[in-house]
């Protein structure tokens, strides 16, 4: 028997080696592709492609809206959607539209010019998120690290602040784990740090805000940077109190509150700082806004360009050449075409409504699986986004939730779903609706997940 009780390790690994089968068997043109793929470090364009289960990734052969289609021509319901890139649907049509208007019809798709269409994108994320003023990058990574550059410059202050297991793409003071005994550690698996992370980092647990408080009173932490809910280690949800004691926390200690909303967006047009009323004083976000064209961007407070503005004034900093905030195709025109027809005609409200419909509805038909079993496991939902988990109650913490890690159970799940045409992000069981996403798309997941939680417990 396993942590997961009472699913037995022999049987799951018998019914994974099954699945493998079927996987490898079931996609030949795919597997094909993988052998010969000799030119590409780790067989794949970007080494996180061998995260997929089986072995060998889904060769894309096409996708529209919420399906996917592969390179052996089988379809699939796709609840990864791109671990959110994809949010607004794969090439939903007013997207592709205005691609196509400013690729083919007017050109300059990075002439290094600003265009209107950042202004109205500009516009429309201070509507929904509250602050003034907005930057762009290219991925939400970047305008992570910017906006943290920025935090440091303003405060005069060195350090950062984040939660354990937390991630915010590649941004090297983020790789930092507590271990059991509450050192920080640099993440296992960390790949070359310039630096010991625990030397730029402070580290406290999520919805734990005495031990925020306690890496805060050290006095040197220019920015807590965090999720307002943690979405890359299972969903941890933050408790009642425990985002508005962050925000009096940071006032408290003269420390920023960076509130990175990449993929709790899924909560509503105004993530969860529209949500849960949150008073940020930076904001980033990437991916989902751009429809799939790679994008991000930071939005920060009056008060905080103020602070900028004077520094930029004094010669400490140069933000408009070689300081270290910028990169050459950010902002550029193709990008901010994406943004604004996302914005304006994809991932709006009525769209929000329906997407959480459907992530209700697929929590639903999780949660009646595990009812049916009383299995000790667990089922997350932040609007658009719902996740399993081999642990109940849901974690509370980072570290509580990466002890739930089951990667046997991923593996079967994943590929159990895989071979009968559903796709779960590979990272972990996310599943995002998009508004191209149907009930039977939802219905299907939670026919295969019954059969397959069935076949499990023999
Ligand atoms: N922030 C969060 C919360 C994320 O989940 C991610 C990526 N999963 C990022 C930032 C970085 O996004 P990107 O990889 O597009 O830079």
Request: hydrophobic residues 45%; aromatic residues 6%.
């Amino acid at each position: 028997m396993s942590p997961v009780s009472p699913v037995s390790r022999d049987r799951l690994h018998r019914l994974i080696a099954g699945e493998r089968e079927r996987y490898a068997a079931g996609h030949p043109a795919s597997l094909a592709l993988f052998r010969q793929a000799g030119h590409l470090l780790g067989r794949v364009p970007m080494t996180w492609m061998s995260k997929w289960s089986g072995g060998f990734p889904l060769y894309l052969d096409s996708a529209a809206g919420a399906t996917v289609t592969d390179v052996d021509g089988r379809r699939y319901a796709d609840f990864a959607l791109g671990d959110t890139g994809a949010m607004a649907g794969h090439s939903a049509p007013a997207v592709t539209a205005a691609i196509r208007r400013r690729a083919e019809e007017r050109g300059g798709l990075t002439a290094m010019l600003p265009t209107e269409d950042a202004e109205w994108v500009g516009a429309e994320l201070a509507r929904r998120f509250g602050l003034p003023l907005w930057s762009f990058s290219l991925s939400a990574t970047d305008a992570n690290r910017w906006a943290i550059r920025l935090a440091r410059l303003v405060t005069g202050r060195g350090k950062i602040l984040v939660f354990s297991y937390c991630y915010h793409g590649s941004v090297d003071e983020t790789f930092v784990v507590l271990d059991d005994d509450g050192t920080v550690r640099s993440r296992p698996g960390n790949v070359g740090p310039a630096v010991d992370p625990a030397s730029t980092t402070r580290v406290a647990h999520f919805n734990h805000l005495e031990s925020v408080r306690a890496e805060l009173a050290h006095g040197d932490v220019a920015v807590i940077v965090t999720e307002p809910a943690m979405t890359n280690i299972g969903i941890v949800l933050p408790e009642p109190g425990f985002l508005a004691g962050l925000r009096r926390l940071a006032d408290e200690y003269r420390t920023l509150l960076l509130i990175d909303e990449t993929h709790t967006l899924s909560a509503g047009p105004g993530g969860m700082t529209a949500t849960e009323g949150l008073r940020p004083d930076l904001v980033v976000l990437g991916k989902a806004i751009g429809g799939g064209i790679p994008c991000g961007a930071y939005g920060i407070t009056a008060e905080l360009a103020d602070r900028i503005a004077e520094r930029v004034r004094s010669g400490a900093a140069d933000i408009e050449d070689v300081g270290g905030v910028g990169g050459t195709l950010a902002g550029n025109a193709l990008s901010t075409a994406a943004m604004r027809a996302t914005l304006s005609q994809v991932l709006t409200e009525p769209a929000f409504r329906t997407m959480a419909e459907l992530a209700g509805r697929y929590a639903a038909g999780v949660q009646a699986s595990i009812d049916r079993h009383g299995l000790p496991w667990s089922v997350s939902r932040l609007g658009a986004r719902a996740e399993y988990r081999f642990t109940s109650p849901a974690p509370r913490t980072g570290n509580l939730s990466a002890a739930a890690a089951d990667p046997d159970l991923d593996e079967y799940l994943h590929l159990y779903l895989a071979n009968r045409d559903v796709l779960l992000t590979p990272f972990h069981n996310m599943a995002l609706m998009c508004p191209a996403t149907e009930p039977a798309d939802v219905d299907r997941h939670t026919d295969l997940f019954a059969e397959a939680v069935a076949q499990l417990l023999g």
